[in-house]
């Protein structure tokens, strides 16, 4: 079993940044994939980054890669995403999920946390 709490959301001018963290517990295995998904209003949640629990391969979507970076802490069992020259369209929930290996489909990751809001105004 694994838990996730998600924060650092909050309300941003387009072109500023933001970091949100993502600190889990429980159980991990190396084959883990800690990925970030966002949901905005009328949207389906989409992927927009993953790490690898072990080693630093990263994954993005097209539509955050250059602006968006993913890292990790293992000591402290925490994931982040710094958020840059944030756009109004990236205004979702931001949500932390954790699978078992890389997928851009969120139905392949088993734990979740309860999302964090991401506002960016124009």
């Known amino acids: 079993q694994v838990q996730l709490v998600e924060s650092g959301g909050g309300l941003v001018q387009a072109g500023g940044s933001l970091r949100l963290s993502c600190a889990a517990s429980?159980?991990?295995?190396?084959?883990?994939?800690m990925g970030w998904f966002r949901q905005a209003p009328g949207k389906e949640r989409e992927f927009a980054a993953g790490i690898r629990w072990s080693g630093v391969r990263t994954y993005y979507a097209d539509s955050v890669k250059g602006r968006f970076t993913i890292s990790k802490d293992n000591a402290k069992s925490t994931v982040y995403l710094q958020m840059n020259s944030l756009k109004p369209e990236d205004t979702a929930v931001y949500y932390c999920a954790v699978g078992n290996g890389y997928s851009g489909s969120d139905s392949s990751y088993d734990y979740w946390g309860q999302g964090t809001q991401v506002t960016v105004s124009s």
């Open positions: 429980g159980r991990f295995f190396s084959t883990y994939v």
